[in-house]
């Protein structure tokens, strides 16, 4: 069974800093590519970071140079590390692994205040 638990969203002002953590269970985590998907109210998810097996990273135009993706695979957590936060980054963030199928976490809310 795998299982993908998020923590560390939060309230944050804008120009503020947050970090969310995602822990992976079993197998899965370490030969398999993860990222942090966000949906904000009204809009369909999307990507934000995707990290590969290999450390290979993937970001989204909108949080280039603001946001850092990275995985401590002992630990079988990975991470984003969210800067110079913005209002239109609020929504709810989701951890996302891929194996034989997506499996998602049950997501984290970041909320950016003005």
């Known amino acids: 069974q795998v299982q993908l638990v998020e923590s560390g969203g939060g309230l944050v002002q804008a120009g503020g800093s947050l970090r969310l953590s995602c822990a992976a269970s079993?197998?899965?985590?370490?030969?398999?590519?993860m990222g942090w998907y966000r949906q904000a109210p009204g809009k369909q998810r999307e990507l934000v970071a995707t990290?590969?097996?290999?450390?290979?990273?993937n970001y989204a135009d909108s949080v280039k140079g603001r946001f850092g993706i990275a995985r401590d695979n002992a630990k079988n957590t990975v991470y984003l590390q969210m800067n110079s936060l913005k209002p239109e980054d609020t929504a709810v963030y989701y951890c996302?692994?891929?194996?034989?199928?997506?499996?998602w976490g049950q997501g984290t809310q970041v909320t950016v205040s003005s």
């Open positions: 996302w692994a891929l194996g034989i199928r997506d499996y």
């Open positions: 079993g197998s899965i985590f370490s030969r398999n590519a």
């Open positions: 990290i590969t097996s290999g450390g290979s990273t």
